[in-house]
């Protein structure tokens, strides 16, 4: 069963396919899509921040699924895919978690807010972190898979308690007014927009998942050679 | 099933009653957590009246950390896991014996700490004593159902105990606040608190049920 390093059809047409959506949704985020009258150029990010958002939740739905499939089938495959998808997830989630302040501060006046959805990202962030702590502090393969698909499956259960408790504690706790509300109405080109950059970076969510799965492939193959060489007797 | 359950239980607290070590760790340190917030934030009597619930359960939660890495840790050190692991017995009866083990040690801490609290910050607990009860037991089965689980994880990581806090603090956010909401609300604040109570019960009742379900995985070998 070796791997053709070469040979991955599949995966440079997605390569390419993600290329393309993301030139096409830059060109549109900056030169197609009318600025926005209140908030001004610094409106732009939010064709970056959401669709980030949406696919890092994607993505860790991802992880439940994949756990569930591990913990019912016990094959490598589905742990690749749910390490693979974390990795990404938090990945997209770093990046929502970085291009959310430089929105909010000029439209809102503060960095940071304790506002459900911001926080549920942020609560989200650490389990997601936590989950990849624990693959990395795993030496077993085994052991390692199984631990994290029961972690990948308890911490997306957690999501939606997470989200009413948070949203509960804010009605009860006075938050700052903010200038500018986030859910103005959307102009036609700014969903076109939208539409586009969430098509980008999903199609670059899958091309990053092939690639992190052709990787560790290639990893698992090295590891067995490496153990054959080594029972021959290659090493001493 | 059932003789599962109690023989774990009966162990682990046999254990705990001659080493008093998960419950002498766990309490001093909950202690110390209310002694520092005493200094660092030198709180009047109507301050500590508003954020005492959220004191107490900073201590729990940090002292439970403790008691919790205790109960897998006990278990690896003379390889008894293995012993688990072949015992013929349903693998959901170890899970709710630790289980139950480890929400005694955690209440006896927590009933031992609250009138110290009460004292310390010159605070009037008796209001809706039954109720404040309640709400200590319903938050620490909410606590320690993911905590059991994430314990029997953690002895496996070469990180050991330390892994556990890092695991285990994100996913209880919504049992933290839902119990010290109600702790607020049995201490007399001005809260609205069923719908944290119905959180509360729910939070324990789908932990129980996964964490029951997913254990066996865990010790497998």
């Given amino acids: 069963m070796t791997t053709k390093p070469n040979k991955d059809t599949a995966g440079g047409v997605l390569n390419g396919l993600a290329l393309i959506a993301m030139i096409v949704s830059l060109y549109m985020v900056f030169l197609y899509v009318p600025t926005e009258a209140t908030m001004g150029d610094v409106q732009r990010i939010f064709y970056f921040h959401v669709p980030l958002a949406w696919v890092s939740f994607f993505g860790f739905f991802l992880v439940f699924v994949f756990s569930v499939g591990y913990l019912v089938r016990a094959n490598k495959k589905w742990d690749n895919l749910a390490a693979s998808s974390a990795e990404i997830g938090v990945l997209y989630c770093t990046l929502v978690l970085v291009t959310g302040p430089i929105w909010a501060k000029p439209v809102w006046g503060v960095w940071w807010t304790w506002d459900p959805r911001l926080t549920l990202t942020l609560v989200l962030w650490l389990i997601y972190i936590a989950y990849l702590m624990l693959r990395h502090y795993m030496v077993d393969p085994e052991r390692k898979a199984t631990f994290s698909a029961v972690l990948g499956v308890v911490g997306f259960i957690d999501v939606p308690l997470v989200y009413f408790s948070i949203r509960w504690w804010r009605t009860q706790h006075p938050q700052p007014v903010m200038a500018g509300g986030e859910d103005s109405g959307l102009e036609d080109p700014m969903v076109f927009t939208l539409v586009a950059c969430v098509v980008a970076f999903m199609l670059l969510f899958f091309a990053l998942l092939r690639h992190r799965l052709r990787h560790q492939a290639f990893r698992e193959e090295l590891d067995e050679l490496h153990d054959r060489l080594e029972h021959e007797g290659h090493f001493q | ?221």
């Fill in chain 2, 1 to 221: 099933m059932w003789r599962a359950i109690t023989t774990i239980l009966w162990k682990d607290l046999k254990i705990e009653l001659r080493t008093k070590e998960a419950f002498s760790a766990s309490f001093v340190f909950s202690l110390m957590v209310l002694v520092i917030f005493n200094f660092t934030l030198d709180l009047t009597t109507e301050e500590a009246m508003k954020m005492g619930a959220g004191f107490l359960w900073i201590a729990f939660a940090f002292g439970g950390v403790l008691a919790l890495n205790r109960s897998f840790a006990l278990e690896r050190d003379e390889s008894c896991i293995q012993g688990l692991q072949l015992a013929p017995v349903d693998r959901g009866g170890v899970y709710l014996g630790k289980f139950l083990a480890n929400v005694i040690f955690m209440l006896i801490t927590e009933l031992i700490l609250l009138p110290l609290f009460a004292i310390f910050f010159n605070v009037d607990i008796t209001g809706r004593l039954p109720y404040l009860v309640g709400v200590l037991v319903l938050g620490t089965v909410g606590f320690s159902s993911v905590g059991t689980l994430f314990s029997a994880i953690a002895v496996h990581t070469r990180m050991r105990e330390v892994i556990l806090p890092i695991l285990l603090l994100p996913v209880t956010v919504p049992v933290l606040i839902a119990a010290v909401e109600t702790t607020a609300y049995a201490m007399g604040a001005d809260v609205e608190p069923y719908f944290w109570f119905r959180l509360l019960v729910v939070y324990d009742v789908i932990f129980v049920t996964v964490s029951f379900l997913t254990f066996g995985s865990i010790l497998q070998e």
